[in-house]
């Protein structure tokens, strides 16, 4: 069955610091891959999303990606974080099952930046 | 360009009461999604859609029911509200194309005592 794991429930950075967090799936096929980021109060945001093609894709807000079929991995990465980057941050992935589309999140990681 | 947009916000409950969560889109999308949040456990999907007059269950669907009438609208139904239901709920729609991302409400905060 497909799942998405992430394994780190929190995370706290410093403002200016590099991020990375990471997203690893489960799933038979080419797998759609999508990152979210949900801020207080507020519904859930497309950051990126990887299909095919390059493995290293880009997003809004300074955010990428990297796509390594090898590990069944997506992980997410920021080079310098923002005191404004303080959300959490959903994995999903995109899958065809039984002849409808459906996503399969994550359960997420909540981002702290200390100023 | 409005989305997807959810009403209401908040709304507390009895235990045994009945409300209707709504959810329109204006993208013209045909797949529609209900989803639940609870700390800790991401998203669970409640109900689909695939279309006008077609819902089907997603993982939780006991206590809730849907209908899909038209293709902007897509109302979730709580019957008898119990303490389990409390929890963040999300509409979100996309298109029928797999690389298509969904698009989220803003949600609604519902507390059942």
């Known amino acids: 069955a497909q799942s998405v794991t992430q394994p780190d429930i929190h995370i706290t950075v410093s403002e200016g610091a590099s991020l990375e967090l990471r997203c690893n799936y489960s799933?038979?096929?080419?797998?759609?891959l999508f990152w979210y980021v949900q801020s207080p109060g507020q519904g859930l945001q497309l950051l990126l999303k990887?299909?095919?093609?390059?493995?290293l894709v880009q997003g809004i807000k300074g955010f990428e990606a990297e796509f390594k079929r090898s590990q069944s991995s997506f992980n997410l990465r920021k080079p310098s974080v923002h005191w404004s980057d303080a959300a959490e941050y959903f994995c999903a992935v995109g899958s065809l099952i039984s002849g409808t589309y459906k996503y399969i999140f994550g359960t997420g990681t909540r981002l702290k930046v200390l100023a | 360009n409005a989305g997807v947009t959810q009403t209401p916000k908040f709304r507390i409950l009895k235990i045994g009461q009945s409300m209707t969560l709504q959810c329109t889109q204006d993208m013209n999308h045909n797949y529609m999604y209900w989803y639940r949040q609870d700390p800790g456990m991401g998203l669970k999907l409640i109900y689909y859609?695939?279309?006008?007059?077609?819902?089907d269950k997603g993982e939780v669907p006991n206590g809730y029911n849907v209908s899909r009438s038209t293709t902007e609208d897509f109302p979730l139904r709580l019957e008898l509200a119990a303490p389990s239901q409390t929890s963040v709920y999300f509409c979100a729609s996309t298109r029928e194309i797999l690389n298509s991302p969904l698009h989220f409400g803003n949600g609604t905060r519902l507390t059942v005592t």
């Open positions: 799933y038979g096929a080419t797998p759609y």
């Open positions: 859609s695939v279309g006008a007059g077609i819902t």
């Open positions: 990887y299909f095919s093609g390059d493995t």
